[in-house]
């Protein structure tokens, strides 16, 4: 193996096979010790969240498989926490799209003049940030994409429509266990022509609450497996 490169929440190495490996951390996003899936830097270590978020992500890959939806999942190791995928070619330097469910989080500290905290968005909000932690993640729109020569608006509507998809039966597999989805982070990347979701569907990648309450990422991940 060969490291290629060290991310916030994860490890990438290249395989003598082509394909490439991810080794997940106990780092979350946040800020001041706060989970906050929002955030662009790591701001506390969860023991064990690693190895939570790897098991939510096979949970969810395999059912995407199920629904006909191609991912880059190959494989994983649960107790190396460690995720064998096919390569995927990331737009620009990294793109973040984040769905929205319910505002929140940053959506709220940039548009809270506008709406309450806790809105419904119905059918869903779509939005994507440059990963780039100097500048925070600065929003991008589709005609921005075109424009800067990172993504076609065809295959940002392809990205769009996956997004919506794959968040609802994120969406509904949690609220069949009384859990509400009020945002979820994704990757996508290019595959031999098309964009597939790469990168993970990880417990620390989403915001969740039951009862009013939001649930940390460990728990969120109990609640997923152990039904």
């Known amino acids: 193996m060969k490291l290629t490169y060290k991310g916030k929440t994860k490890d990438v190495y290249s395989l003598d096979n082509g394909n490439v490996l991810l080794k997940f951390k106990d780092d979350c996003t946040g800020k001041d010790g706060v989970f906050d899936p929002g955030e662009n830097t790591v701001g506390l270590t969860i023991e064990g969240i690693g190895k939570a978020n790897l098991q939510t992500s096979v949970y969810y890959f395999e059912m995407l498989k199920a629904a006909g939806i191609k991912t880059h999942y190959v494989s994983a190791n649960i107790e190396e926490a460690t995720m064998e995928v096919l390569p995927g070619e990331v737009f620009g330097h990294g793109l973040e799209v984040i769905c929205r469910l319910v505002a929140t989080g940053s959506f709220i500290r940039r548009y809270g003049e506008y709406i309450e905290d806790g809105t419904v968005l119905e059918g869903g909000y779509v939005e994507c940030t440059f990963k780039n932690d100097a500048k925070g993640d600065p929003l991008v729109t589709s005609e921005g994409l075109a424009a800067l020569g990172v993504m076609s608006e065809e295959l940002f509507k392809s990205m769009k429509e996956q997004t919506l998809k794959i968040t609802k039966i994120v969406a509904d597999d949690l609220k069949s266990i009384g859990l509400d989805l009020w945002d979820i982070k994704f990757e996508f990347g290019y595959n031999n022509g098309e964009v597939i979701l790469i ?28 039904r």
Request: glycine content about 8%.
């Open 199 to 226: 990168d993970e569907i990880a417990s620390g990648n989403m915001r969740v609450y039951k009862d009013g309450k939001i649930v940390d990422p460990v728990e969120l991940t109990k609640y997923i497996l152990n």
